[in-house]
């Protein structure tokens, strides 16, 4: 009779197992499919990588989940411009210190300080205007302003920078000379970084690891001002936010930033060197951008299993 009663017992503790796992199939439904969005745009890059008449790396990272896209992240390119990065991160970094450059602090423009490629300081009075860093800043990044950048160097220290870098574990990007020193260039001191580096320089900097809020903020803002030759920028809608700095030099081509696309900000470096065409490099950067903020546009805007309701859609549910 015992062996019985706990044969009857055993099959409805099935039964009510089998219910149970019926009435909640949720639980065991994952959903893979923005997967295969990131598989479709790692081809892509791939793709974009295979035909390219020269050396490209990229690093993409989701600033929502951490998730990665790698194409030769750990190659080591020359930056031209876009260390100009790391020289605003230090520039930010001091000014909320004691005793440190701050954005307000005056300089009065020298002569000595011109060099070629400077938009706006070759314009200004030798002498006579004075600006502010905060100035200096905006012309090394909306203009890409060398003369302003040299000038930022001097006031922050080359090795001040290179240390903020050090801090972050960043061993492979390097600020090791002036912009438009040529002699320098010719004795190999090139300033460097690697697609991961420049990544975890930007990703560190928004996750609040270098600046406090407020002058987060603010870099991101001084970072975002409008470029009138940005490949990166230019490869995204006029309503989007990025902020970024590319770089140029012969047989290089550059850009590195976030794209703020709205609950799916994203890290984009993307560096080419070896260039047979540097206009090839700029197409290469161009695409693999477009198609990046295409995918992280649409994981935005969708719901779990990619359902996108927009605020003016009244159609009627079916």
Same mark, same amino acid.
């Given at each position: ?47 974009? =990588? ?5 050396? @490209? ?6 600033l929502t989940d951490g998730h990665t896209l $790698? ?21 930010? !970094? ?33 002498? *006579?205007?004075? #600006? ?21 160097? =001097? ?21 090791? !000379? ?17 697609p991961r580096e420049m990544m975890t320089l930007?990703?560190? #900097? ?16 001084? @970072?975002?001002?409008?470029? !009138? ?8 809608? =006029? ?12 047989? *290089?081509?550059? =850009? ?9 900000? $994203? ?12 206009k090839d490099g700029e197409a290469a950067i ?9 995918? $992280? ?22």
């Amino acid at each position: 009779m015992k062996l019985i009663v706990n044969a009857i017992l055993s099959v409805l503790f099935l039964s009510l197992a089998a219910v149970a796992q019926i009435a909640t199939p949720s639980q065991s439904i994952t959903n893979d499919k923005p997967l295969v969005l990131w598989q479709k745009l790692e081809a892509f890059v791939h793709e974009v =990588d295979q035909n390219l008449d020269g050396v @490209l790396g990229v690093a993409i990272l989701d600033l929502t989940d951490g998730h990665t896209l $790698f194409v030769h992240p750990d190659e080591v390119f020359p930056q031209a411009s876009s260390i100009k990065i790391a020289v605003l991160a230090e520039l930010y !970094r001091q000014s909320q210190q004691e005793g440190k450059a701050k954005l307000n602090d005056l300089y009065t423009v020298q002569a000595s300080d011109l060099v070629p490629d400077s938009f706006i300081m070759n314009g200004l009075t030798p002498g *006579v205007t004075r #600006i502010t860093n905060r100035d200096l800043a905006t012309m090394m990044i909306a203009v890409s302003d060398n003369s302003a950048a040299n000038v930022l160097i =001097d006031r922050v220290g080359m090795n001040n920078v290179n240390a903020l870098l050090d801090s972050l574990g960043l061993t492979h990007t390097r600020l090791q !000379r002036k912009m438009m020193d040529l002699k320098a260039a010719r004795e190999g001191r090139e300033n460097l970084s690697t697609p991961r580096e420049m990544m975890t320089l930007l990703a560190d #900097i928004y996750g609040g690891k270098v600046l406090n809020q407020k002058i987060t903020e603010d870099f991101f803002r001084m @970072l975002g001002t409008p470029k !009138r030759d940005s490949f990166l920028r230019n490869a995204l809608p =006029d309503e989007v936010r990025s902020a970024n700095k590319s770089g140029e030099l012969e047989g *290089v081509r550059n =850009d590195s930033g976030i794209v703020f696309v709205p609950d799916r900000p $994203f890290v984009i470096c993307i560096m080419t060197t070896y260039l047979r065409q540097e206009k090839d490099g700029e197409a290469a950067i161009s695409k693999i951008t477009t198609a990046a903020y295409g995918m $992280f546009d649409r994981l935005g805007r969708a719901a779990g299993y990619g359902r996108v309701i927009s605020p003016a859609n009244s159609s009627p549910v079916k």
